[in-house]
C-alpha cells in the first residue's frame, strides 16, 4: 500500500486511481441521502427543506461551520486512534475512555502548574499530559493483549466503564467545584479560539486545537506509511504470521500501537478541557470516542479519509440541531448510523464491482 | 463409447483474472481421466464448474448427455457428479459416520439413530475398499484416513462421477499405491474418475486418458498409453522441460564422498533410547555430507504443538556446509514445528539448535536470520509474504531494518532493491508496486527466494516445501537456485512432502515420522521403495507398529 502511493504506475490516469478509494464511500453516502429522504417523508416534511436547513445551520454561517471543526477536531484525534488500532489489526473501542482520561490529565496537569508558568509551554505540558493519560487507559488493554492474547475488543470496553467510573468519583469527591460536576477553571494556559484569527467565527468553540488534529494526522500517515514501524505495523495488521516470521515481534508492536491509538485519542481532551471550557467535565466526551469508529470506518482507515469523514459527522452532529424544528434530531442519529451500515456494506460491494468492471475491460 | 462429462468452450472470468478460455474436457463413463496442467491453468476452476460450485460466463457442460451448464452443487450431487477437495472439510470433534450423514442424518423417533449411520457407512466401506471405523472421531484420523473420509463423504451421497483435486498431496507412497486400488475398484463398478495433479507419474500409472491444460485452455488430449512424463510435461508448458525425477539416473555428483556413504538407520540401544544418525555420538563421521564443521546442528531438541508435547522428540542432525540434507515424510509428523523452533518462531522445550557452533536456541526471529539463516517458509500465503504488500516491500520482509535509516524506510534503496531483485529471479509481471496478492504461485515463490538467498548473507538455508503450488518451469528455476546454493558452499537444509523432489535435490535423506529422524541415508542408498515403509511407520527402527 505504502508503495503504491509512493510509486504510481504510470498506466493508470489519475481519475482511475481516484475512482478506487472514493466511488465506494460516495456510494455509500448516496445510499445514506437515500434513505434520510425516506425517513424525513415519513415525518411528512419535505427533505429539500430539511437538508437545507442542514446546510444553513452549519456549513453555511461561520459559527455553524466553528462549531462543525470545533466537534470534527474531537472527531479526528478519535478516529485516527481507531484508524491506527484497526492498521495494526485491533479494534480500539476504548476510544471513549481515553479521550476521557486524556482531556482529565490535560485538566489536572493545567490546575497543578504554578502560577507564572508561560502559556504556551503550560499548553505544551497539558498536551503531553492529554496523550499520557490516553496512553494509559490504553496501556492496561495493551498489556493484556500483548502479554495474555486477550482480546483488545472486550479490554478496552471494559475500560471506558472503568475510566468512566473512576472519574466520576475522582471529580465528585476530589476536585469538583461545588454543585457541579467539573473541575475549577484553568488559568494556566488555554488553546486560543479560532475567532481571535478569523472574527467571523464568534461564538463558536472552533479553537487552534484543530492544527493539533491535521498535524497528528500527517505524522500518522508518516508513520504507518514511512517509517519503519509502521511497515511492521501494517504487516501485523493485514497478517501476523508472515510478521513473526519477518522477525516482528507482534506483542510488542500491538502494546505499542495501543498505546500510541490511546495517545491520539487522549489528545482530543485538549479541544474541550483548554480549547472550549478550561475545565474537565463529567462526562464531555459524549460518544466521541464510539463515534471514533465510525469516522475509521468510512475515512477507510486512512488519515486523510479520517479527517473528511470527522468532519461529515461533525456536520451530521452539529445538523441536528438545526433540523430539529422540522424533525426530531434523533433522525440524524439514525442517519449516522445509516452511513455507518451503507459503508460497512456498500463499500466492499462497490470494490468488487470496479474490480469486475476493469476485468472485463482489460 | 459413452460420455460421462462433456464440457466445451468453457470461459469463465474472476475479476482481473481469466480462469479459463475455450476450456474443453471430454470423459468416458467407467474410466479414470487425469486433468493436468501447471499451476494457475485452470483445472480446479473447470472442476468446480462441473461440480455446480459456479456457472461458466460462456460455453456449455453437459453430464451423462444432458446439457448442464451452470447447475447448482445440489443438483450435481443428484445427478451423481462429487468433488473431493484438495482442503479437507469435515468437522473435527464428530465422529466419521456422523461426518458423513451431516445434512441427512437417519432418525430413530426424534433421536439422531447413531448405529444406523454407522451400520451404513460400514456397509460403504466394504463395498469400495475404503477402510475406516465409522466410530472413530476425526481428529483421530490420519491425514490418509482424513482422504478416504472425504472420498466416502462423496460416495455416500451416491456420486458416480468422482472428481479428486489433487489427492496425493498429503499421501505417502503406500497410501497412493492404496487410493489407486479404491479408485480403480469404483470404475470396475461403473464408476467415473477425474483426476487433477500435476505428478506425472501418477498420471501414467492410473489413468487411461490425459487432458492437458494451460494457461485457462484446453491444449490437447491423449490417451495414456504411449504418453510419457516428458510429453505431458512439454504439452503443460509448450515448451522441453527438465523433470526432478529425470536426476535419479544421475548420482549426486557434487559430493565426491558419496561413493563410500553407508547406510545408516536409527539404533536402538539396550535400555531403549534412539540414537539417531548423524548425532554427536555417532564415532563414524557422516558420510556423503558436506565439508567441514556443522553449519546447522539440532541436538535432542524437543518441541511441543497444541496437540502433543512432544511433537518433534528428542531429534538430532546436523547439516554442512555445501550439502542439501532433505527431509522426506507425511506431512503432520512433526516437520512444521522443527522448522518453526530452529527459525525462532516456535519455542524449544529441550534440547538446542545451534548455528555455525554459536547456540542460538533462545534468540529471536531476527537474531537468528541477521546470524546467517535464511527461511524458505512452508506456506508463503500464510508467513512468506504479506499478500497485501507490494513486490517491493515483500522484498525486505525480515530485512526493514537493514532499509530503513532511523525511523524512516529508505524508499529508493527499497526500489532498486526490487528492481534487482526481479530482474535476478525473473518475476513477473517485473513490476516492483504490484501487490503480492496478483502474482501466480510461481512468482510468489520467486520474491521469496529471491529474499531469502540475495537479501541477506545466509550460510544456513530452511527450505520447506520449496516448490508447493509452483508450476513446472518454476519448479525447474528454483530447483536449480537450490543446487547453486549448496554449490556456494550453503548447508540446506530441505523439508518436503514430495518425494520426488526430496530425492533430486538431497545429498542424504532422512525421514520423519511421529516427530523422530526414523532413518537417515546417503542419497544413493534412497528410493521411493526404501523410504515408503519408513514414513507410514511401517517400519520405525525395529518397533513395527502403525496402523
Not at chain 2, 117 to 145: I, S
Not at chain 2, 307 to 327: A, K, Q, W, Y
Amino acid at each position: 500500500m505504502a508503495a503504491t502511493e509512493a510509486t504510481v504506475p504510470p498506466r493508470d490516469p489519475w481519475y482511475q486511481r481516484l475512482m478506487e478509494p472514493l466511488l465506494p464511500p460516495l456510494t455509500a453516502l448516496l445510499i445514506a441521502a437515500v434513505v434520510g429522504d425516506l425517513l424525513i417523508l415519513s415525518f411528512g416534511q419535505s427533505p429539500r427543506e430539511v437538508f437545507r436547513l442542514l446546510v444553513e445551520g452549519t456549513w453555511a454561517n461561520a459559527y455553524g461551520f466553528g462549531q462543525v471543526l470545533y466537534k470534527a477536531t474531537t472527531l479526528a484525534c478519535t478516529g485516527l486512534a481507531v484508524a491506527l488500532g484497526i492498521r495494526a489489526g485491533m479494534f480500539n473501542i476504548g476510544a471513549e475512555g481515553q479521550l476521557a482520561l486524556g482531556g482529565f490529565a490535560a485538566a489536572m496537569v493545567g490546575l497543578g502548574l504554578p502560577a507564572g508558568t508561560p502559556a504556551a509551554l503550560a499548553v505544551l505540558l497539558c498536551l503531553l499530559a492529554a496523550g499520557a493519560g490516553g496512553s494509559l487507559a490504553a496501556a492496561v488493554p495493551g498489556a493484556l493483549k500483548a502479554r495474555f492474547g486477550a482480546s483488545e475488543v472486550i479490554v478496552t470496553i471494559m475500560m471506558n466503564f472503568i475510566v468512566a467510573a473512576l472519574l466520576n468519583w475522582l471529580v465528585a469527591t476530589k476536585v469538583s467545584v461545588a454543585e457541579s460536576l467539573h473541575t475549577p477553571e484553568i488559568h494556566a494556559g488555554a488553546v486560543p479560539r479560532l475567532a481571535e484569527v478569523i472574527p467571523a467565527f464568534h461564538g463558536s468553540a472552533a479553537n487552534f486545537t484543530i492544527l493539533v488534529a491535521i498535524a497528528l494526522a500527517i505524522a500518522v500517515w508518516w508513520y504507518l506509511f514511512r517509517t519503519r514501524a509502521g511497515y511492521e505495523l501494517r504487516a501485523v495488521g493485514l497478517q501476523p504470521d508472515a510478521a513473526e516470521y519477518g522477525g516482528i515481534d507482534v506483542g510488542r508492536t500491538w502494546w505499542r500501537t495501543l498505546l500510541l491509538s490511546g495517545a491520539l485519542a487522549g489528545l482530543g481532551g485538549v479541544n474541550y478541557v483548554l480549547g472550549y471550557k478550561q475545565y474537565y467535565e463529567e462526562g464531555f466526551a459524549a460518544g466521541a470516542g464510539y463515534l471514533g469508529i465510525a469516522v475509521a470506518l468510512v475515512g477507510r482507515n486512512h488519515p486523510g479519509g479520517v479527517l473528511v469523514a470527522s468532519l461529515l459527522f461533525a456536520t451530521l452532529s452539529q445538523g441536528a440541531l438545526a433540523v430539529n424544528a422540522l424533525v426530531p434530531k434523533q433522525m440524524v442519529d439514525v442517519l449516522t448510523a445509516v452511513v455507518i451500515i451503507a459503508v460497512a456494506t456498500a463499500v466492499p460491494e462497490v470494490q468488487r464491482m470496479l474490480r469486475a468492471v476493469r476485468g472485463r475491460l482489460a | 463409447m459413452s460420455v460421462a462429462i462433456r464440457a466445451s468452450g468453457i470461459r469463465k472470468v474472476f475479476g482481473d483474472c481469466v480462469a479459463n478460455r475455450n476450456a474443453s474436457l471430454e470423459v468416458a463413463t467407467g474410466e479414470i481421466h487425469a486433468v493436468v496442467g501447471e499451476n494457475g491453468a485452470g483445472k480446479s476452476t473447470l472442476m468446480r464448474m462441473i461440480a455446480g460450485m459456479y456457472a461458466p460466463d460462456a460455453g456449455t457442460l453437459e453430464v451423462n448427455g444432458r446439457d448442464v451448464t451452470g447447475w447448482s452443487t445440489r443438483e450435481a450431487i443428484a445427478a451423481g457428479v462429487g468433488m473431493v477437495h484438495q482442503h479437507f472439510m469435515l468437522v473435527p470433534t464428530l465422529t466419521v459416520a456422523e461426518n458423513l450423514v451431516l445434512g441427512q442424518e437417519p432418525r430413530a423417533g426424534l433421536q439422531f439413530d447413531r448405529a444406523g449411520a454407522e451400520a451404513a457407512v460400514r456397509a460403504l466401506c466394504e463395498r469400495t475398499g475404503l477402510k475406516v471405523d465409522p466410530a472413530r472421531r476425526v481428529a483421530d484420523l490420519t491425514v490418509g484416513e482424513l482422504q478416504r473420509v472425504e472420498i466416502l463423504k462423496v460416495l455416500f451421497r451416491g456420486a458416480k462421477i468422482l472428481i479428486l483435486d489433487e489427492p496425493t498431496a498429503v499421501l505417502s507412497p503406500p497410501e497412493v499405491t492404496e487410493l489407486w486400488k479404491v479408485l480403480r475398484a469404483l470404475v470396475a463398478q461403473g464408476g467415473t474418475v477425474v483426476l487433477i495433479t500435476h505428478k506425472l507419474d501418477e498420471v501414467i500409472e492410473v489413468s487411461q486418458r490425459i487432458t492437458v491444460m494451460r494457461a485457462g485452455e484446453t491444449v490437447g488430449q491423449t490417451d495414456t498409453a504411449g504418453a510419457t512424463p516428458a510429453s505431458i510435461a512439454r504439452m503443460m508448458v509448450g515448451r522441453e522441460v527438465r523433470l526432478a525425477g529425470d536426476d535419479h539416473a544421475e548420482p549426486p555428483t557434487a559430493n565426491p564422498q558419496t561413493a563410500d556413504g553407508r547406510r545408516q538407520t536409527e539404533a536402538k540401544t539396550a535400555d531403549g533410547r534412539r540414537q539417531m544418525a548423524g548425532t554427536a555420538s555417532e564415532a563414524r563421521p557422516i558420510a556423503n555430507a558436506g565439508t567441514g564443521s556443522a553449519a546447522l546442528s539440532v541436538r535432542a531438541l524437543t518441541v511441543a504443538s497444541s496437540r502433543r508435547p512432544n511433537e518433534v522428540d528428542n531429534l538430532s542432525f546436523e547439516v554442512r556446509p555445501g550439502e542439501i540434507f532433505g527431509i522426506a515424510g507425511v506431512e503432520g509428523n512433526g516437520q512444521t514445528e522443527l522448522i518453526e523452533a530452529i527459525a525462532g518462531l516456535r519455542p524449544a522445550v529441550s534440547g538446542s539448535v545451534q548455528l555455525g557452533g554459536t547456540d542460538i536456541t533462545g534468540w529471536t526471529v531476527r537474531q537468528r536470520a541477521d546470524a546467517g539463516l535464511s527461511h524458505i517458509p512452508e506456506d508463503r500465503h500464510r508467513r512468506g509474504l504479506v499478500l497485501e504488500y507490494s513486490i517491493a516491500d515483500d522484498l525486505i520482509l525480515g530485512l526493514q531494518h537493514r532499509f530503513s535509516r532511523g525511523l524512516a524506510l529508505v524508499r529508493d534503496r527499497i526500489g532498486r532493491n526490487a528492481d534487482e531483485r526481479i530482474t535476478q529471479f525473473d518475476v513477473r509481471p517485473a513490476s516492483a508496486t504490484t501487490p503480492a496478492r496478483a502474482l501466480s504461485g510461481g512468482n510468489q515463490q520467486k520474491v521469496v527466494i529471491a529474499r531469502e538467498l540475495r537479501g541477506r548473507e545466509f550460510s544456513v538455508l530452511l527450505a520447506v516445501q520449496p516448490t508447493r503450488g509452483v508450476d513446472v518451469g518454476a519448479i525447474e528455476f528454483i530447483h536449480d537456485q537450490l543446487r547453486a546454493a549448496r554449490n556456494a558452499g550453503k548447508a540446506i537444509l530441505l523439508v518436503s512432502a514430495d518425494l520426488v523432489e526430496v530425492l533430486a535435490l538431497s545429498d542424504r535423506v532422512g525421514v520423519m515420522y511421529g516427530g523422530r529422524l526414523v532413518v537417515t541415508l546417503p542419497r544413493a542408498e534412497a528410493s521411493a521403495s526404501v523410504l515408503g515403509p519408513w514414513m507410514t511407520g511401517a517400519m520405525t527402527g525395529g518397533s513395527h507398529g502403525g496402523h
